[in-house]
């Protein structure tokens, strides 16, 4: 109860006073606007639904854990069924890749409590596909080991928005707090998985993955995502030295009670039209 209510009061201090919204989002609807962002695409499951996904390696999708189960059984996808289309654009990929294989991390529980602080900073998952995009056509994004600074920009796709690419210049980091991040970026259904860029120096990194959201005092909702550095590293020794549990179930959950806000699925992925 103690640590409950330690985590309740800092992260409804980091809430409470919310920094200036972002710059709207720009849609990226031509080739040449999506120069350098060649490694964030759709991540199609099966016919019916869609996430976003971004390469760490020339084989391999990061996206959030939470994409790859099927919302009705729990059950994980087939990979088989799974395609990476890159720089998605108008019904056309730069490249398109199958799923060969996933992992998820450790801990995750496939429809568990979007308030269960453990789930959000666990929904990481890594796609293998089927064969390598190569840096040449799509340079990989790395993950960021510091934060660098709080402004932050998100690449995404979402309901409303499932044709093209949105970027968002600009979003603020609203709060950290136990691996979770808060962040007051434009997000929708379909934008879990998407990639939160921050700049570290020069160098564009991944600070964190869009998993969800929370619902304000007031009626905003603000994004939330997790800290990547450790579950990616760990997610990465799954794939070369063999294959691990794709989800276990665990007990004890502690539930995110922010000031009086509320955690929300509002980012998850959407059934394609």
């Not at 450790?106 to 602080?117: C, K, L, R, S």
Request: hydrophobic residues 40%; glycine residues 12%.
């Amino acid at each position: 109860m103690k640590n409950r209510f330690i985590i309740s009061l800092i992260l409804g201090l980091g809430l409470a006073t919310q920094a200036q919204s972002g710059s709207l989002l720009e849609v990226m609807d031509s080739r040449g606007d999506m120069l350098g962002w060649e490694a964030v695409g759709r991540l199609d499951i099966g016919n019916s639904a869609f996430c976003t996904g971004v390469l760490i390696a020339s084989d391999q999708v990061l996206t959030a854990a939470h994409c790859l189960f099927d919302k009705r059984s729990g059950q994980p996808v087939d990979a088989n069924e799974i395609v990476f289309r890159s720089g998605y654009l108008n019904g056309e990929a730069l490249f398109e890749r199958q799923g060969a294989k996933f992992v998820v991390a450790e801990g995750y529980v496939p429809g568990g409590n979007a308030q269960d602080i453990q789930n959000v900073t666990r929904d990481v998952a890594i796609l293998r596909l089927r064969s390598p995009i190569f840096g040449a056509e799509a340079d990989p994004f790395r993950i960021a080991e510091i934060g660098g600074n709080d402004q932050l920009q998100v690449m995404s796709y979402g309901r409303g928005r499932a044709e093209a690419m949105s970027w968002q210049r600009q979003c603020n980091l609203q709060h950290e707090a136990r691996d979770l991040k808060f962040f007051d970026c434009d997000i929708t259904f379909g934008s879990s998985g998407a990639p939160v860029f921050v700049k570290n120096g020069t160098r564009v990194r991944i600070l964190s993955l869009v998993s969800g959201t929370a619902t304000l005092n007031d009626g905003r909702e603000i994004g939330v995502g997790m800290a990547l550095p450790k579950v990616v590293s760990e997610l990465r020794a799954q794939l070369r030295y063999g294959d691990a549990p794709v989800a276990k179930v665990t007990t004890g959950a502690r539930r995110i009670q922010v000031g009086g806000a509320k955690s929300s699925g509002g980012a998850k992925f959407i059934k394609v039209k």
